[in-house]
């Protein structure tokens, strides 16, 4: 082990050398091999170790077909841990060597997003092994399994450890004049791709009641909607002409909707429905799909140090630490048992 670690040692300062031995614009061809590069191939040879770990422990999540997201084998006997709001209609595991299993619900945790499965079947299996370590310092160099479970990703920790607080849903609309005169709140716009335009609502609709409680005020409308996270269902009634129109919609994410508007966030693409509301993230610049989260992010050691809950942008991922993971596993398995 130590050799390994001296070796891999002597790679990363070669590497990050390459990487600032000039801050001048490099000619065509002088710029760093593409094998060579962070996610390169001669670069994740030096990460062998925490790959085999990664993928061994890795499983994909499949629902109608597509992958949901990745689950982590955290016992001999089949258990799963991964993102609860993606993993809402899993039917299947598939491991690394391509073996395919159901997968049977056991539990989710609210507060952290998180949800276990139990694969059905399946024997021989490699949970994986929990880092010690309670927070990476900063810069920390740390690996994931891409959602294909094909490769692994590489990045470091971006930022010290902390709580995410709470947004909460949106419908997606831009709110204009409102009043007892007018009826309600009249909808000034409709976010293209948001919840609102999802579910019917249009320009010039004018709100009358949200969730079941009749609203005229603005602030009033905007704290209903905003009690409720996204992915949850609020019944939006409207004027829309002469007639009373009902929709049920599913709320989005503030900042998904938008930072439409934004090109940064235009050009992260996809990013996770739920991204905010944890009692503690790790913040690393790892590159995954929003279909990866539920995999672990490891050491250089193949120690897992949390598990991936949320792409947040191009160059953020939050995992959740392993000691909040193995204290949540905890507390469904008591829920578990107190149930039967």
């Given at each position: 082990?130590r050799?390994?670690?001296?070796?891999?040692?002597?790679?990363?300062?070669?590497?990050?050398?390459?990487?600032?031995?000039?801050?001048?614009?490099?000619?065509?061809?002088?710029?760093?091999?593409?094998?060579?590069?962070?996610?390169?191939?001669?670069?994740?040879?030096?990460?062998?170790?925490?790959?085999?770990?990664?993928?061994?422990?890795?499983?994909?999540?499949l629902?109608?077909?597509?992958?949901?997201?990745?689950?982590?084998?955290?016992?001999?006997?089949?258990?799963?841990?991964?993102?609860?709001?993606?993993?809402?209609?899993?039917?299947?595991?598939?491991?690394?060597?391509?073996?395919?299993?159901?997968?049977?619900?056991?539990?989710?945790?609210?507060?952290?997003?998180?949800?276990?499965?139990?694969?059905?079947?399946?024997?021989?299996?490699?949970?994986?092994?929990?880092?010690?370590?309670?927070?990476?310092?900063?810069?920390?160099?740390?690996?994931?399994?891409?959602?294909?479970?094909?490769?692994?990703?590489?990045?470091?920790?971006?930022?010290?450890?902390?709580?995410?607080?709470?947004?909460?849903?949106?419908?997606?609309?831009?709110?204009?004049?409102?009043?007892?005169?007018?009826?309600?709140?009249?909808?000034?716009?409709?976010?293209?791709?948001?919840?609102?335009?999802?579910?019917?609502?249009?320009?010039?609709?004018?709100?009358?009641?949200?969730?079941?409680?009749?609203?005229?005020?603005?602030e009033?409308?905007?704290?209903?909607?905003?009690?409720?996270?996204?992915?949850?269902?609020?019944?939006?009634?409207?004027?829309?002409?002469?007639?009373?129109?009902?929709?049920?919609?599913?709320?989005?994410?503030?900042s998904?909707?938008?930072?439409?508007?934004?090109?940064?966030?235009?050009?992260?693409?996809?990013?996770?429905?739920?991204?905010d509301?944890?009692?503690?993230?790790?913040q690393?610049d790892v590159?995954?799909?929003?279909?990866?989260?539920?995999?672990?992010?490891?050491?250089?050691?193949?120690?897992?140090?949390?598990?991936?809950?949320?792409?947040?942008?191009?160059?953020?991922?939050?995992?959740?630490?392993?000691?909040?993971?193995?204290?949540?596993?905890?507390?469904?398995?008591?829920?578990?048992?107190?149930?039967?």
């Amino acid at each position: 082990m130590r050799t390994y670690i001296d070796r891999l040692s002597n790679f990363l300062s070669t590497f990050c050398l390459c990487l600032t031995i000039s801050s001048a614009p490099l000619a065509a061809n002088d710029r760093l091999p593409v094998e060579q590069r962070r996610n390169g191939s001669e670069t994740l040879k030096a990460f062998e170790e925490s790959s085999k770990a990664s993928l061994s422990s890795t499983v994909r999540l499949l629902g109608k077909g597509r992958t949901l997201a990745l689950g982590t084998i955290v016992s001999r006997k089949g258990h799963i841990v991964t993102k609860a709001s993606s993993s809402i209609e899993a039917e299947e595991a598939i491991l690394v060597d391509g073996t395919r299993y159901k997968v049977q619900a056991k539990g989710k945790d609210k507060a952290t997003d998180l949800a276990v499965f139990k694969i059905k079947g399946a024997k021989k299996l490699t949970p994986v092994s929990w880092s010690k370590e309670e927070e990476p310092g900063e810069g920390s160099w740390l690996v994931s399994a891409d959602y294909n479970l094909k490769r692994l990703k590489v990045g470091v920790v971006g930022a010290k450890g902390r709580p995410i607080d709470r947004v909460g849903g949106v419908i997606g609309v831009i709110l204009g004049q409102d009043g007892v005169d007018l009826g309600g709140i009249l909808i000034q716009q409709v976010m293209p791709r948001s919840a609102g335009a999802a579910a019917g609502l249009e320009k010039g609709d004018v709100v009358t009641n949200v969730g079941g409680q009749e609203v005229t005020d603005r602030e009033k409308m905007i704290e209903l909607v905003g009690s409720n996270d996204p992915g949850d269902v609020v019944v939006i009634k409207v004027k829309r002409g002469n007639s009373m129109l009902s929709f049920r919609v599913t709320l989005g994410h503030r900042s998904v909707v938008f930072d439409m508007m934004n090109r940064n966030a235009r050009m992260s693409g996809p990013v996770s429905k739920r991204k905010d509301n944890f009692p503690m993230i790790i913040q690393h610049d790892v590159s995954l799909p929003p279909n990866a989260m539920g995999g672990a992010v490891l050491d250089l050691n193949g120690k897992a140090l949390g598990i991936n809950v949320a792409r947040v942008d191009r160059v953020t991922t939050y995992a959740l630490p392993s000691q909040l993971v193995r204290v949540t596993l905890e507390k469904l398995r008591r829920s578990k048992h107190k149930s039967e």
